[in-house]
C-alpha cells in the first residue's frame, strides 16, 4: 500500500505552529469563550438600560446605538488603544523569557518552606481526608492569598516612587479596551508573577500539612471555582461599559466600574480600589471607593504628564526615563 499523501505543505504547517503558539500564550479573557461572554453580557446591560451605560473616550456616560456602545469609534481607534496592542506584544514574549523561572521556582519552593515550617512548628498534620468541602475551601483560600498579594503590590506599586515609575504605564491608558488590562511595562509582569507564585505556594503548603493526600481546587471548566464566578465579569474592568454591582454586593466584591475608579485621574479617584476580586482589603486599609452610577471618569495620567506617555516608545522608556531623574532629583511623587 503506498504511503499517504501529507495533506498540507511546509507553509500551512508554519502557519499552524504559529496560530497554535499564539492559542498556547492567549489570556483566558481574550479566548472566544470569553468574549463572546462579554459580549453577551454588554448586549444584556445595553438592553436594560436602554442604550446607557457605556462610556466615551472622556470618560462620560452617554446614550448610544448598540454598535457604538459595543464598539465606540473614538475609543478603537484612539492613539492608546494602538499603544494596547504593541505593549501586548512586548509582554507576551518577554514573558516566554522569565515566566518558566517563576513558576517552577517560587511556588514549589514557598510551598515546601510552608510544609516544613509548619511542620517543625506543631509536628505531623491531622491527616484529614479530602472532600468536596474541603476543596470549595481550598479554591477560596487561594483566591483569597492572591487577592491579599495583589493587593500588596499593588498598593506598594501606587506609593513607592521607583515602582510607580513602571507601573505609570498602565495607567497611561487614556481610553480603557481588553487589551488595556495587559498593558504594562515589560518589567512589571514579573513583580505580578511572582506575588500570583508566592500565594499559591502559600496556599499549597498550608493545606498540603493538613490532609493525608494532596488537596485540589474545586474547579468549574477546568478553573478553580471561586476564580471563575469572581472572575465572569473581569474582562469589564479594563471595558467603556459601565458594570455596577449592588452596593451592598461591592463592599464584598469588586465591581469591574471601580476599576474604573482606580484608572481616573482625578484627586479624589487616586490611590483607591487596589485588589484584584474583592472588597475586602481595601475596606481593611482604607482604600475602597464605591462610585455613584456613571459617575465621570477620565481615564490616563492627567494633563500634566499625560503628553509624556503617550507612544509606545514613550512608555517603553518612561520608567528609565523617571529613575534617571530620581537619581539627580531625589524626589518624584504622584502630581499626576
Not at 504559529?18 to 498556547?24: C, E, F, P, S
Not at 500564550?25 to 472566544?32: A, E, I, K
Not at 515566566?99 to 506543631?122: D, N, Y
Request: charged fraction near 15%; charge should be neutral.
Amino acid at each position: 500500500m503506498p504511503d499517504e499523501l501529507p495533506t498540507d505543505g511546509p507553509l500551512t504547517q508554519i502557519v499552524t505552529a504559529i496560530r497554535d503558539a499564539i492559542a498556547d500564550n492567549l489570556p483566558r479573557d481574550l479566548t472566544w469563550p470569553i468574549l463572546l461572554l462579554t459580549l453577551i453580557i454588554a448586549i444584556g446591560i445595553w438592553f436594560l438600560r436602554s442604550g446607557h451605560g457605556s462610556k466615551d473616550a472622556d470618560g462620560r456616560e452617554r446614550h448610544a446605538g448598540l454598535v457604538e456602545f459595543l464598539l465606540p469609534r473614538r475609543i478603537y481607534t484612539h492613539v492608546s488603544a494602538r499603544v494596547d496592542i504593541w505593549l501586548y506584544v512586548v509582554d507576551r514574549v518577554m514573558r516566554l523569557l522569565w515566566a518558566p523561572t517563576i513558576l517552577v521556582t517560587v511556588a514549589p519552593w514557598t510551598e515546601q518552606t510552608m510544609l516544613s515550617t509548619l511542620a517543625a512548628a506543631f509536628g505531623s498534620g491531622p491527616a484529614l481526608a479530602s472532600n468536596y468541602a474541603w476543596m470549595l475551601l481550598y479554591s477560596l483560600f487561594i483566591l483569597l492569598c492572591y487577592d491579599f498579594i495583589f493587593f500588596l503590590i499593588h498598593y506598594s506599586e501606587h506609593k513607592i516612587p521607583a515602582l510607580w515609575a513602571i507601573h505609570k504605564v498602565h495607567h497611561s491608558a487614556e481610553v480603557l479596551t481588553p487589551l488595556t488590562r495587559y498593558r504594562e511595562h515589560f518589567l512589571e509582569a514579573p513583580l505580578y508573577a511572582f506575588g500570583a507564585a508566592l500565594s499559591f505556594g502559600f496556599a499549597a503548603g498550608v493545606f498540603s500539612w493538613f490532609f493525608e493526600d494532596r488537596i485540589t481546587q474545586a474547579t468549574l471548566f477546568n478553573i478553580g471555582f471561586f476564580a471563575l464566578l469572581f472572575g465572569l465579569t473581569g474582562s469589564f474592568r479594563h471595558h467603556h461599559v459601565a458594570f455596577h454591582y449592588p452596593r451592598w454586593l461591592s463592599k464584598w466584591l469588586h465591581s469591574p466600574v471601580m476599576h474604573h475608579i482606580h484608572h481616573s485621574y482625578l484627586t479624589q479617584h487616586w490611590d483607591k480600589n487596589f485588589a484584584a476580586v474583592t472588597s475586602i482589603f481595601d475596606r481593611l486599609f482604607g482604600t475602597l471607593y464605591i462610585p455613584v452610577k456613571d459617575e465621570y471618569t477620565p481615564w490616563g495620567l492627567g494633563p500634566a504628564t499625560q503628553e509624556q506617555y503617550r507612544t509606545f516608545r514613550q512608555n517603553v522608556i518612561g520608567p528609565f526615563r523617571d529613575w534617571n531623574d530620581m537619581v539627580k532629583t531625589p524626589r518624584i511623587t504622584r502630581p499626576d
